[in-house]
Nanobody
Framework: VQLVESGGGLVQPGGSLRLSCAAS????????MSWYRQAPGKERELVAS????????NYADSVKGRFTISRDNGKNTVSLQMNSLKPEDTAVYYC???????WGQGTQVTVSS
């Protein structure tokens, strides 16, 4: 199983980024997927999750209305569109398959002027 994140970087407050996670080694369309983040000195927290079909999504209160999780089961990818970014969104973002506990290596997102 491999989960490979991409799309992180440095962005100014109010800006946008789109993270992607490419999955391989399992039947992607059968599994719920999640994005987590971990800021320096803080515990890893759930940002958003999406059901296997993509019909149901859930978000942390801190990102509701700003972030959108989506998936493409034909391409085995899950994405996180992040808009109106704030400095407190700065963290390493991880792709996760929660049922079996698989994690990607993470991608750094830094929101700073």
């Amino acid at each position: 199983v491999q989960l490979v994140e991409s799309g992180g970087g440095l962005v100014q407050p109010g800006g946008s980024l789109r993270l992607s996670c490419a999955a391989s080694g399992f039947t992607f369309s059968n599994y719920r997927m999640s994005w987590y983040r971990q800021a320096p000195g803080k515990e890893r927290e759930l940002v958003a999750s999406i059901s296997s079909t993509g019909i149901t999504t859930n978000y942390a209160d801190s990102v509701k209305g700003r972030f959108t999780i989506s998936r493409d089961n034909g391409k085995n990818t899950v994405s996180l569109q992040m808009n109106s970014l704030k400095p407190e969104d700065t963290a390493v973002y991880y792709c996760n398959e929660p049922l079996r506990g698989y994690w990607g290596q993470g991608t750094q997102v830094t929101v700073s002027s």
